[in-house]
């Protein structure tokens, strides 16, 4: 069965460090989401990629958060430098082509940062 | 603005007890709605979802849950739960805002108890 990949599973950082997290989307999704979920809290949208294009990155703090997608395959989630408050789990997530609502979103394992 | 309320935060309940989990939304355009379960440490699954039509849908597991357009509700039931129905579980509608977005409820933790 087709799953979503990424990486890492875990990460330790200390603030004002760097860290990035990849994802690699099912085959021929072209829809790609990064999620931000803190502990007790629903997943919050930080970016959505239509192929290579950014389509909503309303959420993003963009002062310390980059993403690219830059083949319109796999995707890469920045913060420079990371803040105590980044503590979360990092989730990924494709769908078909999403010009319909209906489209169901398939999810990663996700990436669960901790900042010391 | 769109957004989507679970009403209980935690829910304990015995194994092979009814369960209920609640879901409203608000919103001023049509929606799709969904339920998602997550399991520790892994992430989303979906449980099922409604598109049109039928105004009950079933999913995975024996979970099932029905639309109410009247009281935009959207709750999850189970007729009996097992001890491996314990996970977050999330409810979403997706919407149109220019472009279509999935937006997620807080979570409802289920705990089975045996």
């Known amino acids: 069965e087709a799953e979503v990949a990424q990486s890492p599973r875990y990460k330790i950082t200390e603030k004002s460090q760097a860290v990035a997290f990849w994802c690699d989307p099912i085959s021929g999704h072209a829809t790609l989401y990064w999620y931000r979920q803190i502990l007790g809290q629903g997943p919050e949208l930080l970016v959505q990629?239509?192929?290579?294009?950014?389509?909503?990155d309303s959420q993003l703090p963009k002062d310390r958060f980059s993403a690219e997608r830059l083949k319109g395959v796999d995707s890469t989630l920045k913060i420079q430098p990371a803040e105590l408050g980044d503590s979360a789990m990092y989730l990924c997530a494709s769908s078909l082509r999403g010009r319909s609502g209906a489209n169901v979103l398939t999810f990663g394992a996700g990436s669960r940062l901790t900042v010391l | 603005a769109q957004s989507v309320t679970q009403l209980d935060s935690q829910v304990p309940v015995f194994e092979e007890a009814p369960v209920e989990l609640r879901c409203n939304y608000s919103s001023s355009v049509s929606v799709y709605l969904f339920w998602y379960v997550q399991y520790p440490n892994q992430g989303l699954q979906l449980l099922l979802k409604y598109l049109s039509g039928s105004t009950l849908v079933k999913g995975i597991n024996g979970f099932e849950a029905e639309f109410n357009k009247s009281q935009t509700s959207f709750h999850l039931r189970k007729p009996s739960v097992h001890i491996s129905d314990t996970a977050e579980y999330f409810c979403a509608v997706s919407l149109y805002t220019g472009g279509f977005k999935t937006i997620f409820g807080a979570g409802t933790r289920l705990f089975v108890k045996a």
């Open positions: 990629f239509q192929d290579e294009s950014v389509v909503d």
